[in-house]
């Protein structure tokens, strides 16, 4: 008689999920992955998937316990009633009759004559109250031992997955390659904004050293050309003053002319009057001497 084993394919341990687990790629090194590849399912987020499920029973207990209470809070008020009916029960003795009439109450009818049998079974529960109120806190103590060994029974498995999860190698190793792979990313794109900040800051000190040389050319060419017109206004002051000095000069030279006319006139003026007055005996005595 031979015995088939049957095989099962391995699926994904992020919880609830039956996919394949994601092939190991060629080349690679290291254990495959036992998660498939959507993107959250991952040993973190198995990891947080148990934690939100521990969290979600934690809640219901939590419920169940305040419910719990609430029963036992409200059955504890019930055997308190019970207890108050027990202590008023004497009160309905057949001496109760006559006390009743002397304060004035009239007495049962006939339709109440049951009543004994109903007060003996309230007594009856009454008394089995004060008894279960009298060893409460032994039934309270093995209650809570009780209660917290089932709570125990129930959490185990779950840190039992967590466990398995936390120790397990390749889950661990995952992790890690998630959270390294999360740094290299990181590292790379700081890298880049800082390549990308050093290549802006060379960018604005080049830009800076430009304006810079393009000030200190404009600066020098202004400073140049105002030179160059304090030299000109300096040479058209010098040549101002040199056609004041020719003016001077010929004024001078024009007074003097002015002058020279003036004796001449005077001249011309007094050579005709010379002319004109009568010949010395001299003159007439040697008339041929003069030609």
Not at 86 to 108: E, I, K, L, N, Y
Request: charged share 25%; aromatic share 4%; hydrophobic share 40%.
């Amino acid at each position: 008689m031979t015995v088939e084993t049957v095989e099962t394919a391995p699926t994904c341990a992020y919880p609830g999920c039956t996919h394949a687990p994601e092939p190991k790629a060629p080349g690679t090194e290291g254990p495959a992955s036992r998660y498939c590849d959507h993107p959250d399912h991952n040993a973190l987020g198995a990891f947080r998937k148990f934690r939100a499920k521990r969290q979600q029973r934690k809640e219901d207990k939590r419920a169940a316990a305040d419910a719990r209470k609430a029963a036992k809070e409200e059955a504890n008020g019930a055997a308190e009633g019970a207890t108050v009916a027990r202590q008023s029960w004497p009160a309905s003795a057949p001496g109760a009759d006559v006390v009743s009439q002397a304060h004035g109450h009239t007495p049962a009818t006939e339709t109440s004559e049951p009543a004994p049998a109903l007060k003996a079974t309230e007594t009856t529960e009454a008394m089995a109250s004060t008894a279960a109120a009298d060893c409460g806190d032994g039934a309270q103590s093995r209650d809570t031992v009780v209660a917290l060994i089932r709570q125990l029974s129930t959490d185990l498995p779950a840190y039992i997955e967590e466990l398995a999860i936390i120790t397990d190698s390749a889950a661990a190793e995952a992790r890690i390659e998630t959270v390294t792979r999360a740094s290299a990313q990181r590292i790379l794109a700081a890298e880049e904004r800082a390549t990308l900040a050093e290549e802006a800051a060379d960018m604005a000190v080049a830009a800076l050293d430009a304006a810079i040389e393009k000030f200190a050319q404009e600066t020098t060419a202004i400073r140049e050309e105002a030179a160059g017109k304090v030299a000109d206004a300096e040479f058209v002051r010098a040549e101002l003053e040199r056609y004041r000095e020719r003016v001077g000069m010929l004024e001078v030279r024009l007074d003097a002319v002015r002058d020279e006319a003036d004796a001449l006139r005077r001249a011309q003026v007094a050579t005709p009057a010379a002319t004109s007055s009568p010949a010395t005996p001299a003159e007439h005595a040697h008339p041929a001497g003069n030609c």
